[in-house]
């Protein structure tokens, strides 16, 4: 992937920059998922290999961290490979959207992963128990779960399949794990591969190549600014990154909103995924026009490998328009993607990038997943929270829970 950013680097940053390599490389030492890139999949593999060919469906019992990741990915990549089987996340509390998913896989021939970090999520158990009530059949389960967590102890109970994430691994930065890999492998997804463009970033950045220069600027700029362009919008163009949107929104809003470590302050940066052409028709005007408090990555595909052009065909009064005879759909979605960015340009006060992925394939996207990890643990650091813990969740779980012990009463 390139990433080409059209704001200035910020000037006499020498000493800031060196303090912050080394923050990285101690965080290194105990934040596990700077290593995924060299997760050993044999164990991944043998599951898949051993797993019935007549399971056509793999559903996903999990949600946040747990899910988005896996879906990101599988979204991406569905529209251009025959995948093995079909995954479905059951991800909300929400009984009209369980009753849809249900409706849509067969339970003889479904294998489920519950997965949760924790082991103890109210919404994942409670979707797991109403999947018990349907199929009773411990061996079409398998767990990913920390070791010794609630969960992993119920599996051994019950002699189910476990899998472990590393426990220094946290839930949103886990997709690379077996979070991920084990429900994108069941499918077909060559999570070698997915490994492989996330080893690319890894390196660049450890090496102090292209992408630390790139990542650096990038996490300065958005540090100093935190509290004016406090917004940041990806503006992808295509589709397929609808889902690696609302990945990106949970890891840039769960790791960056938070109270200061060394301060009594509240600080954080907004993340919106949105979805271009589509969006240049709804929330383009507010980055345009409104209050200048957004930056802006466009994400663009280089190779969509589809040569679906518009025919050249004129239509009557709509003669103005036969400047698209011809055109292949590619041209004219990156076209009105650059379009989008050269407008913005103009205005000088929109912060804007500019990130293409080389194919929709599983490297581009373990580059573009790992690019963004590293993106938020930088800004993380500089803007002083603790990118991986996430309190701010805990008062409504435990309130909730709270609740049902009082309606069980
Ligand atoms: O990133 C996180 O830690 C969270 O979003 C979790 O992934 C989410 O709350 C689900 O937790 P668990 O995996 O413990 O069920």
Redesign the pocket.
């Known amino acids: 992937m390139t990433n080409k950013i059209y704001f200035e680097d910020l000037p006499n940053i020498k000493e800031a920059k060196k303090n912050l390599s080394k923050a990285i490389m101690k965080e290194k030492e105990s934040v596990g998922y700077y290593n995924l890139p060299q997760f050993d999949v044999s164990s991944i593999d043998e599951f898949a290999s051993r797993i019935d060919d007549k399971i056509e469906f793999i559903v996903v019992l999990?949600?946040?961290?747990?899910s988005l990741g896996a879906k990101a990915i599988y979204e991406f990549l569905k529209p251009v490979k025959e995948m093995k089987r079909k995954l479905y996340f059951f991800e909300s509390t929400d009984p009209l959207n369980i009753l849809s998913l249900l409706s849509k896989i067969e339970i003889k021939k479904s294998h489920f992963l519950v997965?949760?970090?924790?082991?103890?999520?109210v919404e994942?158990i409670a979707v797991f128990k109403y999947m018990l009530s349907i199929n009773k059949n411990m061996g079409h389960y398998t767990i990913i779960t920390d070791l010794d967590s609630p969960l992993d102890k119920f599996g051994k109970l019950k002699g189910m399949n476990i899998f472990y994430l590393p426990c220094n691994v946290?839930?949103?930065?886990?997709v690379l794990s077996t979070v991920g890999l084990l429900p994108l492998a069941l499918c077909g997804v060559d999570i070698k591969e997915l490994l492989s463009g996330a080893k690319k970033i890894q390196n660049s950045f450890f090496e102090d190549a292209y992408i630390k220069d790139v990542l650096f600027k990038k996490a300065f700029f958005y540090a100093k600014h935190h509290s004016t362009y406090h917004i940041n919008c990806i503006f992808a163009y295509s589709e397929t990154l609808k889902y690696f949107c609302q990945w990106y929104v949970?890891l840039w809003g769960?790791s960056l909103g938070k109270k200061q470590r060394h301060s009594a302050f509240n600080v954080g940066l907004t993340p919106i995924g949105l979805i271009g052409p589509k969006d240049q028709h709804s929330f383009l005007q507010l980055i345009v026009e409104g209050t200048r408090d957004k930056s802006m990555t466009c994400i663009k595909i280089d190779d969509f490998k589809d040569e679906l052009s518009i025919p050249d065909i004129s239509l009557e009064e709509l003669e103005s328009l036969d400047i698209l005879n011809g055109l292949e759909f590619h041209d004219l979605i990156n076209m009105q993607c650059d379009s989008a960015m050269e407008s913005l340009k103009i205005l000088k006060d929109i912060p804007i990038d500019e990130i293409i992925v080389p194919r929709v394939d599983e490297r581009s996207m373990g580059e573009l997943i790992y690019y963004y990890e590293l993106l938020t643990s930088l800004v993380g650091q500089l803007i002083d929270v603790d990118t991986y813990n996430?309190p701010g969740?805990e008062l409504g779980k435990i309130i909730l829970k709270n609740k049902l012990s009082e309606v069980r009463k």
């Open positions: 999990g949600i946040g961290g747990s997965i949760s970090k924790s082991g103890t999520t994942t946290g839930g949103r930065f886990s949970q769960e996430q969740v």
